[in-house]
């Protein structure tokens, strides 16, 4: 299943990711520029910040509040659509999935 992930700058990249993969641990497995995920999916970092795509966000769901706690601590501005990229997880439904980058996460 795809996941599009779009650099702050605009340059989007494609992967494949595995049904269950994290969209942090897609990004990490394929070297995208722009995810850290220093904690390992752990919810102790906010260096997997992503905004999800405005088209894509009914189907990935809002952030629960231990996220919106955690993103206090993250290095972009949070907007209404910003998530935790450890928290998603992939399915058939998340096929296509468009994530955009914040400009820094450290
Ligand atoms: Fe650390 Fe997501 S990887 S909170």
Redesign the pocket.
Known sequence: MKITYVAADGGPTEVDARNGDSV?QAALTHDVDGIV????????????HCYVDEAWIDRVGHRSEDESE?LECAASEVRPNSR????IKMSAELDGLIVHLPEAQI
């Open positions: 942090m995920g220093e904690c390992g999916g752990s919810m102790m970092c906010a260096t997997c955690l935790l990229s450890c928290q």
